[in-house]
């Protein structure tokens, strides 16, 4: 059975920086492209960061670049997402998913392609 599971979440400052984990068991996270998204209170879920099969591309939406860091260790089957520079908008509950895909990812076009979503965690930045 495909399972991720998310951890790193808390409340930070303005300005600070976390780093978010997704673990993943029955399968090798190096074969399928990985996405970190974030549903903020009210909102839809909405795509932050990606990273390809085999080392491939990664993807980041515009709100994010320069802030954040999508990196995965194969040794640890893991994926991981630096997030530096924190703003209050960056508040939400973060998931990670996995999909099969040849070729560079993309967070733009939505959720629906994307499976085996974790149980999220929550991220507050406030002062």
């Known amino acids: 059975q495909l399972q991720l599971v998310e951890s790193g979440g808390d409340l930070v400052q303005p300005g600070g920086s976390l780093r978010l984990s997704c673990a993943a068991s029955?399968?090798?996270?190096?074969?399928?492209?990985i996405g970190w998204f974030l549903q903020a209170p009210g909102k839809e879920r909405e795509g932050v960061s990606c990273?390809?099969?085999?080392?491939?591309?990664?993807n980041y939406a515009d709100s994010v670049k320069g802030r954040f860091t999508i990196s995965r260790d194969n040794g640890k089957n893991a994926v991981y997402l630096q997030m530096d520079s924190l703003k209050p908008e960056d508040s939400g509950v973060y998931y990670c998913a996995a999909k099969i895909l040849n070729g560079p990812c993309t967070v733009v076009g939505g959720t629906a392609s994307w499976g085996s979503w974790g149980q999220g965690t929550q991220v507050t930045v406030s002062s």
């Open positions: 990273i390809s099969s085999h080392g491939g591309s990664t």
């Open positions: 029955g399968f090798t996270v190096d074969n399928f492209a």
